[in-house]
């Protein structure tokens, strides 16, 4: 598996002037009419990836052409996403259409260190004194922090368990790859040497029934656990591919109570 495509979603609605001459014919009434300007979409996506630009434009459209005026726009307080934090708009926070233009644009700029893969999303309102500001006057923009994933980084983790609301012995990891696939790997203990021992308050369990088995991660970085043992009823989870991190549930048929495992692996 390979992620090789960065998505940004921003659609922009074209408005057509059909003269640019104002005078309306047999229509006069129609002279004393209000330029109105708007969003020319409601919302998209900007998927934020470490070292690339980053940067999606939006656009404001009037009603007909422009000979002059300005438009301002503010973040709405609804907005997760932080200026500063999450994003930058180029330019401030006021802007001016070009005579003769309809459209005016201008850029926000996502910052990956702010980005979480579970997104922020930044709700943009419009003003202007200069013309009147129809009903597309919000714009939501949501910023998702996106890792192309080639593989591990490397094998070598720390394993932090933990189990009936306990922290569990935390243990070395090394992930083997299945063959030359990247999102196979084979674990020789799912949570931990001394989890048993642990357990049980019974050291001679130590090293004994170790769950080993395959960790699978999923093309929408969700894992599975495939157990070795038919006791090691496996488990599921999530991969991150920004951290590099593992984080999954097991089930297990050893112990006569049923509870789960916990686990956390985080590279070395």
Do not use: H
Not at 22 to 32: F, I, K, Q
Not at 218 to 224: K, L, S
């Amino acid at each position: 598996m390979k992620n090789i495509f960065k998505i940004l979603t921003l659609s922009l609605v074209a408005i057509i002037a059909t003269s640019c001459d104002r005078d309306t014919g047999e229509y006069p009434y129609l002279n004393d009419r209000v330029n109105t300007i708007g969003y020319t979409s409601s919302s998209s996506t900007l998927f934020v990836e470490d070292g690339a630009a980053n940067n999606v434009t939006i656009g404001v459209a009037a009603t007909s052409v422009v000979d002059a005026g300005s438009f301002s726009i503010s973040v709405d307080e609804s907005s997760t996403a932080v200026e500063g934090v999450d994003f930058t708009i180029e330019g401030g926070n006021n802007f001016s259409f070009e005579s003769g233009n309809i459209v005016s644009t201008f850029s926000i700029v996502g910052l990956f260190e702010g980005a979480i893969v579970e997104g922020k999303t930044l709700v943009l309102n419009l003003q202007s004194a200069d013309f009147e500001v129809g009903s597309s006057n919000q714009y939501s923009l949501t910023f998702v922090q996106f890792c192309p994933f080639d593989g591990l980084e490397t094998t070598s983790y720390t394993a932090y368990p933990s189990a009936f609301g306990f922290d569990a012995p935390e243990f070395a990891v090394t992930l083997t790859p299945v063959g030359n696939s990247i999102n196979e790997y084979t674990i020789a203990s799912g949570w931990g040497p001394n989890f048993v021992g642990w357990a049980t308050d019974s050291p001679s369990y130590n090293g004994l029934f170790l769950y080993s088995g395959t960790i699978i991660i999923n093309d929408d970085f969700t894992i599975d656990f495939d157990g070795d043992d038919a006791w090691a009823t496996g488990g599921s989870g999530e991969f991150s591919p920004c951290t590099q991190e593992f984080s999954y549930t097991l089930q297990q048929g050893l112990f006569t109570t049923a509870f789960t495992t916990d686990v956390v692996l985080i590279p070395n």
